[in-house]
């Protein structure tokens, strides 16, 4: 073979090889994050001394929830609560009895998230449970922690400069109220296992979507405070609004909810029975005609506000199908109209009360 030649399909070798080596884009298939662009990884900032989230007092329905009463051995709840024997977890059990083991379900769950995100923060650190249920009266007369639903937290290494950032983590780990109480330890709540909102799990399932000032599409399970979502006005007219907070955010319950399909446009929306959603009689579209109802009560023929591709207000639709179904996640935001469009559909952000201005003063 001449040698002229040899090289040339030496160099033609090589010009394959590298050509495999080249990056080239593809588009997987599979479980992922739905329409839209790919949501950039949110900066976690910590929490400042004496601030706490969600900004209302711990013992409101935005947070905790009010106390169900102080549990002793001798009561009937004490079953309900269960000790937390993870070995990722520094318990500091002063008094030696076990007593800071001890949760509520709800309580334990979220304890064990953080752990993990407290490890992946700072490798080498565990989360620290100094003050778990308290069975000697060392709170104040209505503290969670009577009920096993709080908890108070260090790293293990004591570290300070740390907690604001161990603050933020337990806010995104799912704690319904964390305050950054004292330079020596952050303290977390949740709702009772037995409260209405644990119950429902709060109005919309993961797999609902809304729609973010800029047009992006986004998984309810992927909505954060300090997001801009799509609403209405009193007129009806389609403007964005700021999430406030998450009065409930559960990604793993499974729970019923109902099922609103319109027929013209041809809409879909799930929610939890006793969630607020706007409802007419009959087909106009002026506003005040609409009026708060629990999805348990929308019947076919009724008509809901629905949001048409690329229109800038809101028209009515018929109620084609009414039913219940399963479904995974349970999300409850809160934003500043106290509305949002989810699915394209309007919806209120509360449950339970039905006179939805009452719920929003």
Avoid at 98 to 107: E, V
Avoid at 146 to 163: H, L, M, P, Q
Wanted: aromatic share 6%.
């Amino acid at each position: 073979m001449q040698p002229g030649l040899e090289l040339a399909r030496f160099a033609l070798l090589c010009l394959c090889c590298s050509c495999l080596l080249v990056p080239v884009p593809v588009q997987g298939c599979g479980p992922g994050r739905g329409y839209g662009r790919r949501r950039a990884s949110r900066k976690l900032t910590p929490l400042l001394y004496k601030q706490f989230i969600p900004n209302v007092a711990e013992k409101t329905l935005g947070a905790s929830g009010r106390s169900e009463g102080k549990i002793n051995h001798n009561s009937e709840k004490f079953k309900e609560l269960t000790p937390n024997y993870n070995p990722d977890i520094i318990f500091k059990d002063e008094e030696d009895t076990g007593a800071d083991r001890l949760m509520t379900q709800r309580c334990k769950d979220k304890v064990n998230s953080l752990a993990i995100s407290v490890m992946n923060q700072w490798p080498g650190v565990k989360l620290r449970v100094t003050e778990g249920w308290d069975e000697d009266g060392h709170h104040s007369k209505e503290s969670l922690h009577y009920e096993g639903r709080a908890v108070d937290i260090t790293t293990s290494d004591r570290d300070r400069t740390k907690y604001g950032m161990l603050a933020r983590l337990a806010v995104e780990a799912g704690f319904d109220w964390v305050y950054y109480e004292s330079k020596a330890h952050i303290h977390c709540s949740v709702k009772s296992d037995n409260s209405m909102a644990t119950k429902t799990g709060g109005c919309f399932p993961s797999e609902a979507t809304v729609t973010l000032e800029d047009g992006q599409s986004l998984a309810m399970s992927e909505l954060s405070p300090g997001d801009r979502v799509l609403t209405a006005d009193a007129a009806g007219r389609v403007v964005p609004s700021q999430v406030l907070l998450l009065l409930d955010k559960e990604g793993e319950m499974r729970i019923s909810f109902t099922v609103l399909e319109t027929e013209d446009p041809r809409r879909h929306l799930e929610l939890t029975a006793a969630h607020l959603i706007f409802v007419s009689d009959n087909n106009t579209d002026r506003m005040e005609a609409f009026q708060p109802m629990f999805a348990s009560r929308v019947r076919i023929g009724h008509f809901v506000l629905v949001k048409e591709v690329g229109s800038s207000r809101l028209r009515s639709s018929r109620i084609k199908a009414v039913y219940v179904k399963e479904a995974v996640g349970a999300y409850a935001p809160l934003t500043s109209h106290g509305t949002l469009l989810v699915n394209n559909v309007l919806a209120s952000c509360y449950a339970v009360i039905q006179k939805h201005h009452w719920a929003h003063l």
